[in-house]
């Protein structure tokens, strides 16, 4: 069961870590403002629908952290997992071959695997 008290504390140090007021932080998840002044009040209590809408608007919230506490937010650069320690590489678009990345080029910073019993697995890149 989550504690409400820490809900609310780990919910404004999320409306303070993006800069955000209740309102903005409201539309941004596509909540009803009223929703989240209740929650930060105290009168309700938040809803798995609430809490996933919350994740998937700011992948770097850790689920369990949100939660209960545990766990770490902005969530840390390693990996729950072993990854492969291969070098990186990637298609170019005109050929079609692969070639190594510069440092310049982006990379895969997290894969989030959902599960159909509504579980699921999340990777971290390097």
Do not use: C
């Not at 008290?5 to 007021?21: P, S």
């Not at 689920?63 to 390693?78: C, D, I």
Request: hydrophobic share 35%.
């Amino acid at each position: 069961m989550v504690n409400t008290a820490d809900f609310i504390a780990r919910m404004e140090r999320l409306l303070a870590h993006y800069g955000l007021t209740a309102s903005a932080f409201a539309d941004k998840i596509q909540v009803q403002r009223s929703s989240i002044s209740h929650l930060l009040s105290g009168r309700n209590k938040p809803s798995l629908d609430f809490v996933l809408k919350v994740v998937k608007t700011f992948p770097e919230v850790n689920l369990y952290w949100l939660l209960n506490g545990k766990g770490s937010f902005p969530t840390s650069a390693h990996s729950e997992t072993e990854m492969d320690s291969s070098p990186k590489v990637h298609l170019t678009p005109e050929s079609g071959l692969a070639s190594p990345m510069s440092k310049t080029e982006k990379t895969i910073e997290k894969i989030i695997i959902f599960y159909s019993d509504g579980s699921f697995k999340s990777y971290h890149g390097d």
